[in-house]
């Protein structure tokens, strides 16, 4: 009987992650197939999966438009600059946070603080205003440099350390930045590559932000430029190429947006093969350990 309700539980849970797995990937293979398929077939079938006829149109269009491939580049930018600042400024805050220094705890307690209150939207805005960074890619990395949710983990990452391996580094003759930099960080691979992620992929879907403090439609990212083609439908406008002026008769602008969005999402997808040794430890550094 044990068994037989064993198998029940797990039937009814593979069900369920079957629903949730067809539930996100119908709908980006219902994408794709539609920014392949001809305006003829994208026009006369309501619903479909694999196209009849494979056609590169939209994509050609898109990547003829130099405001796309630029706000892609501004993408990769801010998502390679930013991450590598998140990472730099929450490893070694949270390094610090760990070792026996004077108003450790004061410093600790205002972190935690900012989880429960923020300064919201405006004062922020005011403060990127007054610092010198309104319409500055620096805007969209500065004000988020350290995540507290994530410091606090990699804090506790630190923690779980041994102890032994500092003491005997340091009475080997090692400074605290090598202790850091040469057993901490090498120990925290797990950690650096979930949360690395996390905020690759934060600063990739990056909208609000753009819209808040980039003023230059040159500096767009882009989700920014994405959002003028697809809900706003000024996709010739984004274009703005003679090629593709002369396209867009033969291609509706649903399917050149449907074909942009498969190119903003691509490049983020592909960065999870080369982490996944790493992530699946990461993403269980906050578990309750027996």
């Known amino acids: 009987m044990y068994k037989i309700g064993n198998r029940v539980f797990d039937s009814v849970n593979m069900f369920i992650l079957l629903l949730l ?10 994408i794709a197939a539609v920014s392949f398929s001809t305006n003829a077939e994208y026009i006369s079938r309501e619903f479909f999966l694999i196209p009849h006829k494979w056609v590169l149109d939209s994509y050609r269009l898109i990547f003829n438009s130099s405001q796309f491939v630029h706000a892609l580049g ?13 990472l730099l400024f929450t490893t070694t805050m949270a390094y610090g946070l760990t070792r026996n220094a004077f108003g450790q705890k004061a410093i600790l307690f205002m972190v935690l603080f900012t989880i429960v209150f923020s300064a919201g939207m405006i004062p922020t805005y005011l403060i990127v205003k007054a610092t010198g960074l309104l319409n500055s890619y620096w805007a969209l990395i500065i004000p988020g440099a350290i995540s507290t949710f994530n410091l606090i983990i990699i804090r ?24 850091f930099t040469r057993i901490a960080l090498p120990l925290s691979k797990p950690a650096l590559a979930a949360f690395g992620l996390f905020y690759a992929v934060g600063h990739w879907n990056a909208y609000f932000g753009a819209v808040l403090y980039l003023n230059d439609p040159a500096k767009w990212p882009v989700q920014v430029v994405l959002r003028q083609m697809v809900i706003q439908s000024q996709t010739l406008n984004t274009l703005n190429n003679e090629d593709a002026a002369r396209l867009m008769y033969d291609v509706p602008e649903e399917q050149i947006g449907m074909a942009a ?23 269980m550094l906050g578990s309750v350990k027996g």
């Open 74 to 86: 501004v993408s990769v930018g801010i998502t390679v600059v930013g991450s590598f600042v998140n």
């Open 21 to 30: 797995a067809l539930s996100t990937t119908v709908p980006f293979l219902y």
């Open 156 to 179: 506790q990452f630190f923690q779980n350390i041994p102890q032994e391996l500092n003491e005997s580094a340091l009475m080997d003759g090692a400074n605290e930045m090598q202790v």
């Open 261 to 283: 969005i498969l190119v903003a999402t691509i490049p983020i997808l592909l960065v999870y093969p080369f982490l996944q040794k790493h992530f699946a430890k990461g993403v």
